[in-house]
Nanobody
């Protein structure tokens, strides 16, 4: 069972970046999925979640208006589109899947069952 995140890298302030996460071994098709991040010296922070059918989305206040989340259940992927990046967005970004199927997007904040390995995003000013 693996969640493989990719798409991180070094970008400039104001740039956009798209992260992707693909599930293998176990597809998590009916599971809410989402993204968290952890900056150096800080706790892991919830960013975004999307319901199993893609019909509901929950975003952290800190990224509303700049980040969006989407999923493709055929390709078993979940993506995080990040726009207008700031230096404080520098962190390791993790994709996640819920503990069980069919729960709400909002529930992922406290109900992560599986984590991806993380991808580093560095925003340079």
């Amino acid at each position: 069972v693996q969640l493989q995140a990719s798409g991180g890298g070094l970008v400039q302030v104001g740039d956009s970046l798209r992260l992707s996460c693909v599930a293998s071994g176990r597809t998590f098709v009916n599971y809410t999925k989402g993204w968290f991040r952890q900056a150096p010296g800080k706790e892991r922070e919830f960013l975004a979640a999307i319901g199993w059918r893609g019909q509901s989305v929950h975003l952290a206040d800190s990224v509303k208006g700049r980040f969006s989340i989407s999923r493709d259940n055929v390709k078993n992927t979940v993506a995080l589109q990040m726009n207008s990046l700031k230096a404080e967005d520098t962190a390791v970004y993790y994709c996640a899947a819920a503990t069980k199927p069919y729960i709400s997007a909002r529930s992922l904040v406290t109900s992560v069952g599986s984590w991806g390995q993380g991808t580093l995003v560095t925003v340079s000013s």
